[in-house]
């Protein structure tokens, strides 16, 4: 799996949106960018993926940049609930292969 | 959804004996399993690829006869630490990739173990 960088912690409004970057300059073309995040002491939620077209569903939505080296996962409006380490990860889509997690961004919501 | 059971949420155990962690895929079947290992403040680390019917995978520098795995059925993968010591004392997590093709991960809630 290709390295991703993400920032270590972030801070953000309750109510505000969100935004997390992530940088995987040596993504391959066959490769997705995947979102999960962990809530303290629980397993790990997927949130979203793609592979060059942004993404939208009911949690969030997934900016990927034209050359696909970074993207970005927005919360469009934060809780506490979402309060989490989120893990950027790029990994080949089909068939079933290990995922391999990086450290993350710990997000903290404010109130 | 894909949902996933991990059994049990938290074991205390004596130094020396062994602890079994199931995981179950509850609405779907799962050939394919990982099994992961995390300690405090740190990110997951992939222990093993567990196959139905077949040997698991390790990754490298992890015991295979101090984890054993064991994947009998298409809903269930078992993860047996053997001859526990404090230093195992972990947070285990499973996974299994879901059903439509996506390689999405759908976890267990973990495991905290805690040797004595």
């Known amino acids: 799996d290709a390295k991703t960088t993400q920032p270590p912690s972030m801070d953000c409004a309750e109510g505000r949106a969100a935004n997390l970057p992530c940088n995987h300059s040596?993504?391959?073309?066959?490769?997705?960018v995947y979102w999960y995040r962990q809530i303290h002491s629980q397993g790990p939620q997927y949130i979203i993926h793609?592979?060059?077209n942004n993404e939208t569903n009911e949690m969030a939505s997934l900016i990927i940049t034209e050359d696909r080296k970074s993207s970005t996962l927005i919360l469009p409006h934060a809780t506490l609930r979402d309060t989490a380490v989120y893990y950027c990860?790029?990994?080949?889509?089909?068939?079933?292969?290990?995922?391999?997690f990086g450290t993350g961004t710990k997000l903290q919501v404010i109130p | 959804g894909a949902v996933v059971s991990q059994h049990p949420s938290w074991v205390i155990c004596k130094s020396g004996t062994s602890v079994k962690i199931e995981c179950r895929s509850l609405?779907?079947?799962?050939?394919?399993m990982f099994w992961y290992r995390q300690f405090p403040k740190q990110s997951l680390m992939l222990m093993a690829t567990?196959?139905?019917?077949?040997?698991?995978?390790?990754e490298q520098g992890v015991e295979k006869d101090k984890f054993l795995i064991n994947h009998a059925s298409l809903t269930l993968s078992t993860l047996t630490v053997t001859s526990a010591h404090p230093e195992d004392s972990s947070f285990y997590i499973c996974?299994?990739?879901?059903?439509?093709?996506?390689?999405?991960?759908?976890f267990g809630a973990g495991t905290r173990l805690s040797v004595l």
């Open positions: 996974s299994a990739p879901g059903w439509r093709g996506e390689n999405i991960q759908y």
């Open positions: 990860i790029v990994a080949i889509s089909g068939g079933y292969q290990k995922v391999t």
């Open positions: 567990s196959n139905e019917g077949s040997k698991a995978t390790y």
């Open positions: 793609g592979l060059k």
């Open positions: 040596t993504i391959s073309g066959n490769e997705y």
């Open positions: 609405d779907f079947q799962a050939t394919t």
